[in-house]
C-alpha cells in the first residue's frame, strides 16, 4: 500500500497570525534579532503590507535596529527580549515594541547622537523612520521597552489589515 505523500504546509498555516497583533520572545543573541526581523517582515505581509512595500520595508529596518539594540545593549544572561507588533484599533497606525530586561540603560530620545559618533546612530535611523519613538518602562517585568510608531499611508481601498 502507498500512502500519499504528505503536502508541504505554506508557512502562513504554520505560523497563523492574528489580525491585530503579533507578540513573541526571542533568544537574546544575533540569531534571535534576525528571526525578530523576519517574523515581522512575514506579520506584515500577512496584514496586508508586501514585503516589497514601504511600510513593511521601514518597519523591518526598525525593527532589525531595535532588536539588534535590545541584543547588544540590553542583553542580560539567560533573559529573551520581546517584540510586539500591532495595529492600532482605528488601523491608521501601526505600533512595534521591543522590550529587554535591563533597566539601566535606556537610550536618550530627546537628543539623538552624533552622526560621527561611533555609537548611536542606529537611533538616528529610527528617528528618520518613525512617525514617533520613545522608551517605556517594561509592563510585568523589569527592563524597558523602546517603541516605533509607523502611520501607513491611507489606502483607497479600504483598510490593509485582513484577517488570516
Request: proline share 10%.
Given at each position: 500500500?502507498?500512502?500519499?505523500?504528505?503536502?508541504?504546509?505554506?508557512?502562513?498555516?504554520?505560523?497563523?497570525?492574528?489580525?491585530?497583533?503579533?507578540?513573541?520572545?526571542?533568544?537574546?543573541?544575533p540569531?534571535?534579532?534576525?528571526?525578530?526581523?523576519?517574523?515581522?517582515?512575514h506579520?506584515?505581509?500577512?496584514?496586508?503590507?508586501?514585503?516589497?512595500?514601504?511600510?513593511?520595508?521601514?518597519?523591518?529596518?526598525?525593527?532589525?535596529e531595535?532588536?539588534?539594540?535590545?541584543?547588544?545593549?540590553?542583553?542580560?544572561?539567560?533573559?529573551?527580549?520581546?517584540?510586539?507588533?500591532?495595529?492600532?484599533?482605528?488601523?491608521?497606525?501601526?505600533?512595534?515594541?521591543?522590550s529587554?530586561t535591563?533597566?539601566?540603560r535606556?537610550?536618550l530620545?530627546?537628543?539623538?547622537?552624533?552622526?560621527?559618533?561611533?555609537?548611536?546612530?542606529?537611533?538616528l535611523?529610527?528617528?528618520?523612520?518613525?512617525?514617533?519613538?520613545?522608551?517605556?518602562?517594561?509592563?510585568?517585568?523589569?527592563?524597558?521597552?523602546?517603541?516605533?510608531?509607523?502611520?501607513p499611508?491611507p489606502?483607497?481601498h479600504?483598510?490593509r489589515v485582513?484577517?488570516?
Amino acid at each position: 500500500m502507498h500512502s500519499p505523500s504528505p503536502q508541504r504546509p505554506r508557512l502562513l498555516s504554520l505560523f497563523p497570525m492574528p489580525s491585530a497583533e503579533f507578540a513573541m520572545a526571542f533568544t537574546s543573541t544575533p540569531r534571535g534579532a534576525r528571526l525578530a526581523r523576519l517574523f515581522v517582515a512575514h506579520c506584515l505581509d500577512s496584514w496586508g503590507h508586501p514585503h516589497t512595500g514601504k511600510v513593511n520595508e521601514t518597519l523591518t529596518l526598525i525593527t532589525a535596529e531595535l532588536c539588534a539594540n535590545a541584543v547588544q545593549h540590553g542583553r542580560v544572561p539567560g533573559r529573551d527580549f520581546h517584540v510586539r507588533l500591532a495595529v492600532e484599533a482605528d488601523g491608521a497606525r501601526l505600533r512595534l515594541e521591543v522590550s529587554d530586561t535591563r533597566a539601566e540603560r535606556h537610550p536618550l530620545v530627546a537628543s539623538p547622537a552624533d552622526p560621527d559618533a561611533e555609537s548611536g546612530r542606529g537611533l538616528l535611523l529610527v528617528t528618520a523612520l518613525a512617525d514617533d519613538w520613545g522608551v517605556t518602562d517594561r509592563r510585568g517585568g523589569p527592563g524597558k521597552t523602546v517603541w516605533a510608531v509607523v502611520r501607513p499611508a491611507p489606502d483607497p481601498h479600504g483598510p490593509r489589515v485582513r484577517c488570516p
